[in-house]
């Protein structure tokens, strides 16, 4: 599924490459679209050509080729926000790699990859995704290899599931109590124990709001 840019962008270029013979530049793609910089059309792109809806050609500047249109592709005008009949509106949230002890979020970033996921999972504030990696929260039905959606915050109350930095060094992602001036970091498998660190070691930096799930056989 095509998020609602992705889309107005594919149709833009095939319209563009049956009445001009060439497609647009990212500059054009850009005004098109609305969008503050160029780097914006890069990720729409790279999400096409990952989709298998268009191809860069090689050796050739400005060179795309269109492989294929959605299948709900109709006579409305996508690029004056006219409905274009997609189930869902998706986002797209900056995706900052695994979190794994030992490595702090701020290491994790990585301004090139992205992740779509359906608007509705989030709530107002600014999100960001990360790859779970290992089992310490899976009776929280939290698997290795699931992606968790993460809410930007600095607080969060008893129960929560937050990102966690421990001592400006480790990021964690656990469940967090506080308790006078300690906090307890609380995994949700049996297997792991309750970490009870001072309040002055740990630093909050999201809270989870959904988890996203590849099916793998």
């Keep these: 599924?095509?998020?609602?840019?992705?889309?107005?962008?594919?149709l833009?270029?095939?319209?563009?490459?049956?009445?001009?013979g060439v497609p647009p530049s990212f500059e054009e793609m850009k005004k098109a679209l609305d969008l503050k910089s160029k780097s914006g059309i890069h990720r729409l792109v790279n999400g096409l050509e990952e989709r298998g809806f268009i191809k860069r050609l090689p050796h050739r500047a400005r060179a795309l080729e269109v492989l294929k249109l959605p299948d709900n592709v109709g006579n409305a005008d996508t690029l004056h926000g006219t409905d274009i009949g997609l189930e869902v509106e998706a986002v797209e949230l900056p995706l900052y790699g695994k979190i794994a002890a030992g490595t702090p979020i701020e290491a994790l970033r990585n301004n090139n990859e992205f992740v779509s996921v359906p608007s509705s999972m989030l709530g107002r504030g600014e999100h960001y995704a990360l790859v779970v990696e290992g089992d310490s929260m899976m009776e929280a039905g939290i698997l290795d290899g699931d992606t968790a959606i993460i809410k930007r915050c600095d607080t969060a109350e008893n129960g929560s599931i937050t990102v966690a930095l421990v001592d400006k060094t480790e990021v964690t992602l656990k469940k967090l109590y506080r308790r006078g001036h300690t906090?307890?970091?609380?995994?949700?498998?049996?297997?792991?124990?309750?970490?009870?660190?001072?309040?002055?070691r740990v630093t909050i930096q999201g809270k989870l709001s959904a988890i996203v799930r590849s099916y793998r056989h």
């Design 12 to 20: 833009f270029i095939d319209k563009t490459l049956k009445e001009a």
């Design 1 to 10: 599924m095509l998020t609602k840019k992705q889309h107005q962008l594919l």
């Design 183 to 200: 906090v307890d970091l609380r995994p949700a498998n049996k297997d792991y124990e309750t970490r009870t660190l001072s309040a002055d």
